[in-house]
């Protein structure tokens, strides 16, 4: 069957090509269009207006707000008043908290000569301090704060403690190496 449909394509060719579309067919379908540079001078004109700027600033503006409003409130949530739970464990935790940065200081200070062992130390005291931050943050779902804060001084205690001995065991290297070093000078 294909084949004759081809056949008679073929002997009819000239009969398919005289048949063209009329001179005023583009005309006539361009009738039944829109103008095309109207319309589109009109979105923009609606897109950018000041009215729909304006709408779209006070939006960001107020989600903006909201959003600011829920960050401050979950901020006063997190810092719990340790003075109301126990006005002398607040103290202690103020005291030891500054202790322990200035023996941090220190430390960083005093072993720029041995970084690896300040590697080392500062690995232990960041797991006691992830120990801290835990029990910080359980604080506020705790039903017994106090015991809770009673722990949170106790690991700032053992932390100043380990921090000493770590100052203790720098001064003594420190301190081996300059009489190493006197001892070379004399000989």
Known sequence: MS????????????EFDDLEPSADLWSRIEKH?????????????????????????A??????????????????KDKIDLAAINPIYAQQQVQYTSLIHSQRTELK?????????????????????????????????????????????RNLQVQTQVLTQQLDVIEQLNKSKKEQNNETKSI
């Open 3 to 14: 084949k004759r449909l081809e056949e008679f394509m073929k002997m009819n060719r000239e």
């Open 33 to 57: 269009l829109p103008p095309q540079g109207e319309e589109l001078k009109k979105k923009e004109a609606k897109t950018f207006s000041l009215g729909f700027v304006l709408r779209v600033a």
């Open 59 to 76: 939006t960001v503006i107020v989600v903006m707000g909201i959003g600011f409003g829920f960050y401050l409130h979950g901020e006063k």
């Open 109 to 153: 200070s005093l072993t720029k000569t041995e970084p690896d062992l300040y590697k080392e130390f500062s690995n232990e005291i960041a797991q006691m301090d992830s120990t801290y931050k835990q029990l910080n943050s359980d604080l506020a779902t705790s039903p017994n704060q106090e015991r809770v804060l009673r722990a949170m001084i």
